[in-house]
Structures are given as C-alpha cells and as structure tokens.
C-alpha cells in the first residue's frame, strides 16, 4: 500500500525576527499523516509544537515567518517557500494566508486550541456560535444549521443540548468548552484537525473523556489528527504515529508502539522516564534535568548533547542525521542521534553534561545518593 499522505509536510522551518536575534523556533521538520490516523507532536514546552502546528495553516504571527518547506495535502502543494539569496520566495502552488483562510481552514483542515474561550466569542451564545459555523460553512439554511448544531452537541456528550444551546461560554465548564470546539471543528466536516493541547488545561479525568471521545469521532467520521502535546501518556492513548520534537527539530519518529517499546532516542528515553506511571511512585521518577536551551542559539552539534546522558564530544562536534533506522521489514522508525551513525561516536569521550553531572543529581538528592544514576556507563 502507497497511498498519497494526507499531509506530508517536508523542510519546514519557521523563524521568528526579534530585536535579539532570529529565533528557530521550527527548524526544519518532515513528517505525514496518513488517512485517518492521529499523529503526535510531543517534546518539552517551547519545543516547537505549536509553531509547527500554526504554519501548517500559515498561522504563524509577527515577527514570525515561514522561511522554507513544502506541504503537500491531498497530493496538492498549499506551502512551497524558500529563500534564495536572503530573500523569501513562495513557488507556483503556494496558497496565500488568505487563500489558506478561504480555501482550507474549516472545511479542510480546522484547529482546536488549548484555551476554549480565545475560541468563543464570550457574549454570543455556544448553540449561536455553532450554528453560525455551519451555517457558513457547509451552506445551510439557519433552520436546517440550529438542527445540526444540537445534534453536534450532542454528539460531543454535552447533555440536554436543546437546552444547553442558549448559554453563553461562561455557563460551561472548561472540559464542556473544549468538547464545543470539538463540535464546531467537526461541523465543517474536515478532513484533518490539528489539536493544540486542547486537553492540557483539564484535570486528568475530563482529559481521559475528552480522548476517548475524540477516538470514538474519529472513527465514525474518519478524520485525521496532528495531536499537540507534551505529555508521552497523552501520546499513549491516542496517537498512531509520533514524532518527538526538541529545540525545533524532529529528533524521533515511529509508531506508538516502537516509540515506547524501541526507543532509539535519548531524548525520548528521558521524556519516557519522567512520566507519571500507575507502577512508579513519585519518588522513582525520573524528572528530566535541565532546561532546554534558547532556539535563539542553539547548541552546536547535537541540540540534545547538553543534556543528554549519552553525550560524548562528537555529539558537540558533529550534527546528526536524521535517517531511517528501522530492520527491512519494520514499520519507519527514524532517529537523528550520532549513536546510530559512523562517525565516530564509539571511540569519543564521554562529556559531563547536566544528566551526568552533579547539577543533575541535586535535583533529586534526598532520594538517595545516586538516584540520578540510573545509568549503565558510570565511571
Ligand atoms: N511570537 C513569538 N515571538 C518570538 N518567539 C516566539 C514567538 N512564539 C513562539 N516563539 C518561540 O518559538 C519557540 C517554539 O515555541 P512553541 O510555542 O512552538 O513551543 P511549544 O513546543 O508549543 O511549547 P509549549 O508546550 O509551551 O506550548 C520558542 O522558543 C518560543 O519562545
Ligand atoms: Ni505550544
């Protein structure tokens, strides 16, 4: 099977121009989504997920810029940008902002924040605000539009919608505004959602509802997802397809299943290991150390090598590639860590960085003297 992705997006790299400097906030990013799968974005707050997400839509505000990438939907090019001779040329196919807000936002591809009310107009009623959505999105008349919208509401578990049709934003809880905006993405009936953390806000139970509903819908409606979030048991849950993001770049990408079953990259490894589980207590986790450097500028070589565990010199030295490390038959399991590549990893010397070094520990002291250890190369 060599269906045409949904979204392939290739290259992307999104900056933004500040007085201190071009921050790379996306800094070259290739992925797809395929027909109705969920495909993760995941990494550590200012990662890039959300930057990434926005100029998929050509979201991105001022002084924010698309600076290169392609993004092909439904075999069709929407973004073809790069720069030639510091200047930032679009290609033949390339849709304006304007043409993205006419031609594909909504019925095409539509976007659910993690903060409800930025979405709701706080002074116009919910069942109001949808029915306009549907109204003119999808060429109904306002009776036919009220219908629709409580059976949406109603789809998306909000009872006694008849009812509930006439609050207002303010009368519905957080987890009840974020299932509106489920609502209203799915009205229009697009092909692809992308979700920004829409469950982040929420407490763990309303979460766990809200992802099982989104599973049930996407089923019955076949919709794709692009799944923001930081959060590797969110990843769990719903998501096909991962890719782990660090300092703007992608740094993993596999299925679901190989992503916590074959790890490959460090980085992953430490994501995976500071998640709350049933079966650690609090005390064993194992909070990843450090904070992720400026996308302003970047470390040298590896992004990940000042925090990294497994960090040797060449990983200051030399950046990785990301490539393909999967056995012949296994699904794409991609990686971009020097460990996976010949040149020289084996035979450098292991730096100190903020996991191996004392300033790791002390986050954890008082569990133990070594309880940041963990690890296998120890001197
Ligand atoms: N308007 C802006 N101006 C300058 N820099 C920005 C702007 N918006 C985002 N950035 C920078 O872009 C980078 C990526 O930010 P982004 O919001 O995509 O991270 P994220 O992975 O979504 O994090 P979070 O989990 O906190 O939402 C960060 O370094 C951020 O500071
Ligand atoms: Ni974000």
């Not at 974005?41 to 698309?66: T, Y």
């Not at 409800?116 to 060429?139: A, C, D, K, W, Y």
């Not at 995976?272 to 207590?281: A, F, M, Q, Y």
């Amino acid at each position: 099977m060599s269906e045409t992705p949904l979204l392939s997006v290739r290259d992307l790299q999104t900056q933004f121009f500040t007085e201190e400097g071009t921050v790379r906030a996306v800094d070259g990013i290739s992925f797809d989504v395929n027909e109705r799968e969920i495909v993760g974005l995941v990494g550590e707050s200012g990662a890039g997920k959300s930057v990434a997400a926005a100029s998929l839509l050509q979201l991105v505000e001022d002084p924010g810029r698309i600076v290169n990438g392609t993004v092909e939907y439904k075999g069709e090019t929407i973004l073809d940008v790069q720069q030639e001779d510091g200047e930032i040329v679009a290609g033949e196919g390339s849709l304006s902002p304007e043409q993205m807000r006419k031609r594909i936002r909504g019925n095409e591809i539509a976007i659910i924040f993690q903060d409800p009310m930025e979405s709701l107009n706080p002074v116009f009623t919910i069942g109001g605000q949808l029915r306009e959505v549907i109204e003119i999105n999808r060429g109904l008349s306002a009776k036919e539009a009220r219908k629709e919208a409580v059976d949406m509401l109603r789809e998306v578990g909000i009872p006694e919608p008849e009812e509930r049709f006439e609050d207002y934003p303010h009368q519905f809880s957080g987890g009840m505004r974020q299932r509106v905006l489920i609502a209203m993405a799915l009205a229009c009936e697009p092909s692809l959602i992308i979700a920004d953390e829409p469950t982040t806000a929420l407490d763990v139970t309303v979460e766990g509802q809200i992802l099982e509903l989104v599973e049930e819908l996407q089923d019955r409606y076949d919709t794709s997802f692009v799944w923001v979030t930081h959060d590797m048991g969110v990843v769990a849950e719903i998501c096909d397809r991962v890719n782990v993001m660090y300092l703007g770049e992608v740094v993993e990408q596999s299925t679901v299943d190989d992503l916590f079953y074959d790890t490959k990259h460090p980085y992953t490894r430490a994501l995976l290991e500071s998640i709350p589980r049933p079966d650690v207590t609090v005390d064993e986790l194992n909070p990843i150390t450090g904070v992720m450097p400026e996308a302003i500028d970047p470390p040298s070589g590896c992004r990940f090598h000042t925090r990294c565990p497994d960090a040797r010199e060449a990983c200051r030295e030399v950046a990785p590639t990301f490539k393909d490390v999967s056995e012949a038959d296994e699904a794409r399991h991609a990686t971009a860590c020097l460990q996976y590549e010949s040149v020289g990893y084996e035979d450098s010397t292991p730096l100190e960085t903020e996991a191996t070094a004392g300033f790791g520990a002390g986050l954890t002291a008082g569990f133990g003297d070594d309880a940041t250890a963990g690890g296998e190369d120890d001197e």
